[in-house]
């Protein structure tokens, strides 16, 4: 993965039946101390269980470890925030007035997990992997509702370099397999910055063209 650098784009969600059920525009930046800092805006339209604006941002130190993550949803009414020390994490998550703190252990095969495909650049980002490598993580992943943290693992895989058909024509890009516990598996195409153009979800037979929903990205900048 090359340095990180000024990134802006907007990606597009979409149902198994291919209706658009979201548009998310982003942006990362570097932070004065060499981190890296993610900013996001949604919004989530039906079919969507909960139609919604909302908004995530994420920082990471210049070691590419976690520093900290917020989700805010449905005008302030769904939140969760997530702090991090060596060695632990405390999540806290909110519907309305009911809210509720944990504190986990937060080991570098830890990841945070949500409803877009920023949140797998940042785990590429903290686990390159060569063609044909692999690397087991375990996830927190965020309901895309409650946002309530449930751990997940997940087995993430480099596939290949494949000419893949993007938006802005064909590219180059590394495939990445991803699969849990529960055999859902997934498929994702990015470029040498861990930029995720295309995300789909398929069925557990791993057929890539039977989607379960995704996300595709739409409009992004290209650095020189």
Request: aromatic share 10%.
């Amino acid at each position: 993965m090359s340095d990180i650098r000024l990134r802006k784009g907007i990606y597009q969600a979409f149902s198994t039946n291919g209706d658009v059920t979201a548009d998310e525009r982003w942006r990362l930046i570097s932070t004065l101390d060499k981190g890296v800092r993610i900013d996001t805006d949604a919004v989530r339209i039906s079919p969507f269980a909960e139609p919604r604006d909302e908004s995530f941002n994420l920082e990471l130190n210049p070691h590419f470890e976690h520093r900290r993550s917020m989700v805010l949803a449905l005008n302030r009414s769904r939140e969760v925030r997530m702090d991090f020390h060596p060695g632990s994490a405390a999540i806290c998550w909110r519907i309305g007035e009911t809210s509720r703190t944990l504190n986990y252990a937060w080991t570098s095969d830890c990841e945070i997990g949500y409803n877009s495909p920023l949140f797998i650049t940042v785990v590429l980002w903290r686990h390159p992997l060569k063609t044909g490598q692999s690397a087991l993580l375990r996830v927190a992943q965020l309901d895309a509702i409650s946002l309530e943290p449930t751990w997940v693992k997940l087995v993430i895989t480099n596939v290949a370099i494949e000419q893949h058909k993007t938006r802005f024509g064909l590219m180059e890009l590394t495939r990445y397999k991803l699969e849990t516990e529960d055999r859902c598996i997934d498929h994702c195409w990015c470029d040498q910055d861990g930029i995720v153009f295309d995300y789909w979800s398929s069925d557990p037979t791993d057929n890539a063209s039977c989607l379960h929903g995704g996300f595709t990205l739409v409009a992004v900048n290209f650095p020189n």
